[in-house]
């Protein structure tokens, strides 16, 4: 007996783009595990989701530029796909109330206010704030020396076994800030690579270099993602062309 092939989903009339934070103990969240919560959120919140076609159907959800495991965030994205038009302001209410405290929505915007083009296009950098334990003069030192550097090249474990690559070529800049207990705190500007660069293959570099002691777990915190100005460094609003509701 043949099997019937599935029933084929109509397509999305809308898609809203969320900005997320990652803060406290849940900045340990692995991306698995939110994602889960995630939709379990929109499913408790009756969000008229979009799904895929096939014979397991799941919400169409699109996440671009995660943060590493253990790093907190107020710049994480996503986009989800609706079978109904709403107004992205009762959707913010509606996931914000449906998500546990620490993760929580900052913003939410109708996709076809942006102007067009994908998600991933409109994330080419990130800005992250270091917490570090070292002595600010040792560390002002220490980062002259690594961008003196044209190439500084770290290893790290990846899915497809260990990977040597250059962390400074992702550095647009990095500078020293006031930390709040007479520590060394940095701010660093990353483009976004393949492979990608984390701020902690930056810290990895850094230490190769000069052997600085940043601490045992350095709070890695990332304020700002997406479009990168070249010219200035800084990193854009990947929302600045529309507003929440």
């Avoid at 810290?203 to 479009?227: F, I, K, N, S, Y």
Wanted: proline share 7%.
């Amino acid at each position: 007996m043949s099997r019937q092939p599935p029933e084929q989903q109509a397509p999305p009339v809308q898609r809203l783009r969320v900005r997320y934070a990652k803060r406290g103990r849940l900045r340990f969240t692995s991306h698995r595990d939110f994602s889960r919560a995630f939709e379990r959120a929109v499913f408790r919140a009756r969000v008229p989701m979009a799904y895929s076609s096939g014979f397991n159907p799941h919400p169409r959800i699109s996440y671009a530029g995660a943060a590493p495991t253990g790093s907190a965030s107020e710049a994480e994205f996503l986009e989800i796909a609706l079978a109904e038009v709403v107004d992205p302001a009762d959707v913010h209410a509606q996931l914000e109330e449906a998500l546990p405290d620490g993760l929580d929505v900052v913003a939410v915007v109708d996709a076809a206010t942006l102007g067009g083009g994908s998600l991933a296009d409109g994330l080419q950098a990130s800005r992250w704030r270091i917490d570090t334990t070292a002595p600010p003069d040792e560390a002002r030192a220490a980062v002259g020396t690594f961008l003196a550097e044209e190439s500084v090249l770290v290893e790290r474990m990846t899915k497809k076994g260990l990977r040597e690559f250059d962390c400074r070529a992702a550095v647009v800049s990095l500078e020293m800030l006031d930390g709040p207990t007479g520590a060394a705190s940095l701010d660093l500007v990353l483009r976004h690579t393949v492979p990608a660069v984390r701020p902690d293959d930056v810290l990895t570099g850094v230490r190769r270099l000069t052997d600085l002691d940043t601490g045992r777990a350095p709070l890695l915190t990332r304020t700002e993602q997406g479009p990168l100005d070249e010219e200035r460094g800084t990193v854009g609003d990947p929302f600045a062309t529309a507003t929440d509701g």
